[in-house]
């Protein structure tokens, strides 16, 4: 498909032309991109089925995430929908503007636009190419944000272009978007409404007009569970994701600064002025308490570390009243809930090839020096325990013997499978990780509370699943490959052929040591004692 790449010059005539044209694609069904005064919207009709079916697969969108329907005045919500009294109250304050409400819908609406949900989502548009085009194709028009399903929203009609050239029928640039993040999405109830999604309409304006108003759970936690519909797009899935990890960062800017110095391949999204004071590559999102700069700002920053080619990005976190709900709304999204607050306790990194003694020193730091200990492993078990959900994404993947009859894991079956090479390996950790670190992190808040200053958090496979970025400083424990092949046979009583296939599916020692701030060696004539003092020493100096 060849798609037009059309410009609003302000010329009446050719804006005109550009409009009539646009319009009769959409009455012919088929999909326009277009500036909207939040984000660009993939626009097609709402009442013709397969428009939508259009929208979900130019985006590769999931096909349970309902639409947005916009119309061109808020009382054509009546063709659409079951509207109350409360509705008509907000639409007076807000419409047309960013605030989109979910309402009973109608039959009017087909299935495909509100994925087989018995509602419906309405918003009105202020922006004036994208109202004139719902008046001039007689229309209501389904319209997400016009991108790729999963990355951050384009608020230019470059990104689309980027993102939807060759996939659509034609790409409106109307200039840069006002607002820069997706409209505030409300369910009505009886005395008031529920953010579903927070954006420029606040919480505080809404109380305005509603004398109840909640926040859905979903805004800042993640509540929602893989197969549980939703009412409204940005709830469910990971969204606003760059390439690169994004990972957010509570705390005041001189602790950041310290957390991130020295961090190899990661880019810095700060505040404005931050950047010159940190010694990586570094975005800057407008200044610390101005939320509206921050929110307009945001997704090209996200879609520019892309450009930068870094593996992690770690986002200083925002205020989180007024539009700043709506920027930490998206980044958690962007970091998959990922979340380290770098005023708590410092996060200490240690890994090590099977058979090191990895174990033993962390034992030994952790009684010696008092701190806090987090086995990754131990994680591991938990989640693996007797009819855990978990146990089903391994029989998916390792085969539904690995399940006992009485319901728990046969964990030397499955070691057998997912340690029998790099990418049987890969696929375990694809599973796994996300669970342990989201349940070591919620650890380390807690020792946080307790008013421990330093965490130890153990785990085999760090820097494949990526741990360590979330850590201070990492150490490695090592030990030569006959010393451990050695141990392991003994530990675990196997066969020197087991053994050896267990140690080739990690990481050489060449790579450990690469990845590693410090390295310690656990074997004669070392002593280990004299070896974990390096682990302090970085310790203190990262407390410097």
């Given at each position: ?15 005109a ?6 319009a009769?694609?959409?009455q ?10 939040t984000?660009y919207g ?35 919500a009546?063709?659409?929908a ?5 509705y ?8 047309p503007?960013?605030?989109?409400m ?13 994925a087989?949900l ?6 009105c ?7 004139r ?6 229309h209501?028009?389904a319209?997400?944000s ?6 951050p929203?384009?608020?230019k ?14 790409i ?13 999405v409300?369910?009505?109830t ?18 305005e007009i ?6 859905a ?7 929602v569970?893989?197969?549980?519909k ?6 469910k ?8 990890r994004?990972?957010i960062?509570?705390?005041?800017f001189?602790n950041?600064r310290?957390?991130v110095?020295g961090k190899k ?15 990586i590559p ?8 101005d939320?509206?700069?921050q929110?307009?700002l ?6 520019s570390l892309d450009?930068?080619?870094?593996e992690?990005?770690?986002?200083r976190?925002?205020?989180?009243d007024?539009v700043?709900?709506a ?12 979340v ?5 306790a ?11 003694g ?8 952790c ?13 591991a078990?938990?989640?693996t ?10 029989a998916a ?5 690995i ?5 728990s894991?046969d ?6 499978r997912?340690?029998s ?7 375990l ?21 307790e008013?421990?200053?330093?965490v ?8 494949e699943?990526?741990i ?8 490695v424990?090592?030990?030569?490959a006959?010393t451990?092949?050695d ?12 053994a ?7 990481l ?15 074997y004669?004539?070392y002593?280990?004692?004299a070896?974990?003092?390096k682990?302090i ?8």
């Amino acid at each position: 498909m060849i798609t037009e790449f059309l410009k609003i010059t302000g010329e009446h005539y050719n804006d005109a032309e550009v409009i009539d044209r646009a319009a009769r694609i959409i009455q012919n069904g088929g999909l326009v991109a277009i500036p909207t005064e939040t984000v660009y919207g993939l626009a097609g009709s709402a009442l013709i089925p397969s428009s939508a079916e259009k929208i979900y697969s130019a985006k590769g969108r999931p096909a349970d995430n309902p639409l947005i329907v916009h119309i061109a005045k808020p009382e054509e919500a009546e063709t659409l929908a079951y509207t109350n009294e409360t509705y008509y109250k907000l639409a007076k304050r807000f419409m047309p503007g960013p605030l989109t409400m979910i309402l009973p819908k109608k039959g009017i609406v087909p299935d495909e636009v509100t994925a087989g949900l018995d509602s419906v989502a309405i918003r009105c548009p202020s922006n004036e190419i994208a109202h004139r085009l719902i008046e001039v194709s007689g229309h209501p028009i389904a319209a997400p944000s016009a991108n790729r399903s999963g990355i951050p929203s384009p608020t230019k009609a470059e990104h689309v272009r980027d993102d939807m050239d060759g996939r659509i029928d034609m790409i409106i640039d109307g200039g840069e978007c006002d607002i820069g993040l997706e409209s505030t999405v409300i369910k009505l109830t009886d005395n008031g409404c529920i953010i579903l999604r927070p954006g420029a309409i606040t919480e505080e304006m809404l109380r305005e007009i509603c004398p109840d108003v909640s926040i859905a759970k979903a805004v800042i936690e993640p509540a929602v569970a893989a197969e549980q519909k939703v009412e409204s797009p940005g709830m469910k899935y990971k969204h606003y994701s760059p390439k690169a990890r994004v990972i957010i960062v509570k705390g005041s800017f001189e602790n950041y600064r310290r957390f991130v110095s020295g961090k190899k391949n990661c880019a810095a999204l700060c505040f404005d002025g931050e950047g010159a004071m940190l010694n990586i590559p570094f975005i800057e999102i407008g200044r610390e308490h101005d939320s509206s700069a921050q929110a307009h700002l945001l997704f090209e920053a996200l879609r520019s570390l892309d450009d930068m080619g870094v593996e992690t990005a770690y986002a200083r976190c925002p205020d989180t009243d007024g539009v700043g709900l709506a920027v930490i709304n998206r980044l958690l999204r962007a970091a998959a809930f990922t979340v380290i607050d770098v005023d708590g306790a410092m996060i200490i990194g240690l890994t090590g090839a099977t058979g090191s003694g990895k174990s033993t020193v962390a034992k030994r730091l952790c009684e010696k020096y008092g701190i806090a200990h987090i086995d990754c492993d131990a994680i591991a078990r938990e989640i693996t325990s007797a009819n855990s959900p978990v146990l089903a994404q391994l029989a998916a993947v390792f085969g539904e013997d690995i399940i006992l009859d009485d319901g728990s894991l046969d964990r030397a079956a499955l070691a057998a499978r997912a340690f029998s090479s790099k990418e049987a390996t890969k696929r375990l950790n694809g599973i796994m990780h996300p669970i342990i670190i989201s349940k070591a992190l919620a650890k380390v808040n807690a020792f946080t509370q307790e008013g421990k200053t330093a965490v130890l958090l153990d785990a085999a496979a760090i820097f494949e699943s990526k741990i360590d970025k979330l850590c201070a400083f990492t150490a490695v424990v090592s030990a030569p490959a006959e010393t451990r092949l050695d141990r392991i046979m003994y530990r675990d009583s196997i066969t020197r052929e087991k053994a050896l296939s267990r140690m080739g599916a990690q990481l050489s020692d060449e790579e450990y040591a690469k990845n590693a701030d410090v390295v310690l060696f656990n074997y004669a004539p070392y002593d280990t004692d004299a070896e974990i003092e390096k682990i302090i020493r970085k310790y203190k100096e990262k407390k410097l």
